[in-house]
T-cell receptor
Framework: KQEVTQIPAALSVPEGENLVLNCSFTDSAIYNLQWFRQDPGKGLTSLLLIQSSQREQTSGRLNASLDKSSGRSTLYIAASQPGDSATYLCAVSDNTDKLIFGTGTRLQVFP | DAGITQSPRHKVTETGTPVTLRCHQTENHRYMYWYRQDPGHGLRLIHYSYGVKDTDKGEVSDGYSVSRSKTEDFLLTLESATSSQTSVYFC????????????FGSGTRLTVV
């Protein structure tokens, strides 16, 4: 059974810091890995999608990497801003027709 | 989110009444999903569909049923709502192929009193 874990569970940093959020999964037979952002009381916004054949994806200040063999992904946020404050969710899709979510990292960036 | 809408956005209902939530997509994606999100439990899959009239259970399917009579619509029904079904419900769509991610709706906040 696929299990997804995210570390740390919560993170509070001053504005301007570079951040690394971690995601690990137990079964490397995945199709895709997707990072989402969720603001309080809101839905999920897709940030980055990494296909199983890819090593990384970048969008603006965000960079996500994937190491299938070790079952790990990292989300790097450069020059963090207060507007980055949200919960970040990692999720993997595999051949079970399901998207399995991690536990999430709650990020707070203070001015 | 563009291409996927959920209705209603908010609903308060009484224990024991039936409730139907609707998910509508304009992307013609084959796969549709219903998740619930609760504090301390994260997102959990209720039911999903892999085509018209083709559905399967997720990890928390008890007390819920679904129907998909058209590609674009996926309905979630609580036959007799209970307080434990108070939650935020999200619909998602996907093609479930490499390179296709999941797109989520804005959610339905359901309160059962």
């Amino acid at each position: 059974k696929q299990e997804v874990t995210q570390i740390p569970a919560a993170l509070s940093v001053p504005e301007g810091e570079n951040l690394v959020l971690n995601c690990s999964f137990t079964d490397s037979a995945i199709y895709n890995l997707q990072w989402f952002r969720q603001d309080p009381g809101k839905g999920l916004t897709s940030l980055l999608l990494i296909q199983s054949s890819q090593r990384e994806q970048t969008s603006g200040r965000l960079n996500a990497s994937l190491d299938k063999s070790s079952g790990r992904s990292t989300l790097y946020i450069a020059a963090s801003q207060p507007g980055d404050s949200a919960t970040y969710l990692c999720a993997v899709s595999d051949n079970t027709d399901k998207l399995i979510f991690g536990t999430g990292t709650r990020l707070q960036v203070f001015p | 989110d563009a291409g996927i809408t959920q209705s209603p956005r908010h609903k308060v209902t009484e224990t024991g009444t039936p409730v139907t939530l609707r998910c509508h997509q304009t992307e013609n994606h084959r796969y549709m999903y219903w998740y619930r999100q609760d504090p301390g439990h994260g997102l959990r899959l209720i039911h999903y569909s892999y085509g018209v009239k083709d559905t399967d259970k997720g990890e928390v399917s008890d007390g819920y049923s679904v129907s998909r009579s058209k590609t674009e619509d996926f309905l979630l029904t609580l036959e007799s709502a209970t307080s434990s079904q108070t939650s935020v419900y999200f619909c998602a769509i996907s093609e479930r192929q490499e390179g296709y991610g999941y797109t989520f709706g804005s959610g339905t906040r359901l309160t059962v009193v």
